[in-house]
């Protein structure tokens, strides 16, 4: 039986258009990762097999746990095969970026996904819509 360990690092989940925003300080263990508000996961449900992104900003120890790490790679090609195309992340105060880049490139760098780093929130997202809509014209 696995163990159950208390949540590490916070993060917030929201969505806006075809766009998952998501907003963390990590560091992330793998009961962090466990999404279950009902009415967010039917919106992002509802983007599925279309093209998707997310905006990701962290903050502070922005690195996954290896378990945490294997299980959201997992969940990540799993979407993929869903209609996600990008992800675009935005380090913010980040305590180790080159650690924290490094990671997040081995986790959501993959066949038919994009992935980007910015140094803010607008560009990402201009970034995002422009990857959404390519893939929209190529449907």
């Known amino acids: 039986m696995a163990r159950k360990f208390k949540q590490h690092g916070t993060l917030?989940?929201?969505?806006?258009?075809?766009?998952?925003?998501?907003?963390?300080?990590?560091?992330?263990?793998?009961?962090s990762l466990?999404?279950?508000?009902?009415?967010?996961?039917?919106?992002?449900?509802?983007?599925?097999?279309?093209?998707?992104?997310?905006?990701?900003?962290?903050?502070?120890e922005a690195v996954y746990v290896p378990e945490a790490f294997a299980?959201?790679?997992?969940?990540?090609?799993?979407?993929?095969?869903?209609?996600?195309?990008?992800?675009?992340?935005?380090?913010?105060?980040?305590?180790?970026?080159?650690?924290?880049?490094h990671q997040f490139n081995a986790l959501y760098q993959m066949d038919g996904h994009e992935v980007a780093f910015f140094d803010g929130r607008e560009d990402a997202r201009e970034w995002l819509d422009s990857v959404i809509k390519q893939h929209q014209q190529n449907m």
């Open 71 to 101: 299980l959201l790679r997992k969940q990540v090609q799993k979407e993929i095969r869903l209609g996600r195309v990008a992800t675009a992340i935005v380090f913010e105060n980040v305590n180790s970026p080159k650690l924290s880049r």
């Open 34 to 60: 466990q999404l279950t508000e009902a009415r967010l996961m039917q919106q992002i449900q509802a983007m599925y097999g279309s093209p998707w992104a997310v905006l990701a900003n962290f903050e502070g």
């Open 12 to 31: 917030l989940v929201s969505v806006d258009g075809r766009i998952v925003h998501l907003r963390g300080k990590g560091p992330w263990n793998a009961e």
